[in-house]
């Protein structure tokens, strides 16, 4: 059987991520693109010393919202877990 890839992606007519799943990855790349492109801005010469710190302070705005999120995901994990093993709350 001949493999179909859609946007580089395996298009094998099974179901490897969920929707949900294919939605956080996708939000977690699109974060990680975001920073890199603000990194390299902030090294910039040519910007002047308040540029820079305006955009290392939005690389550390985006870096906590990644790691509030990513904690979000844990607890909200936990609480499913906790809610299939007593039953629901």
Known sequence: MEKIRWKGELGDGQV???AREYCEHKVAEDH???RQILRKLSGNPILTDEVRNAVRYAV???DDNIWLRKQYMDLKQMYESYKKRHGGI
């Open 32 to 34: 990680e693109a975001k």
């Open 60 to 62: 550390n705005i985006l």
């Open 16 to 18: 490897h991520m969920t």
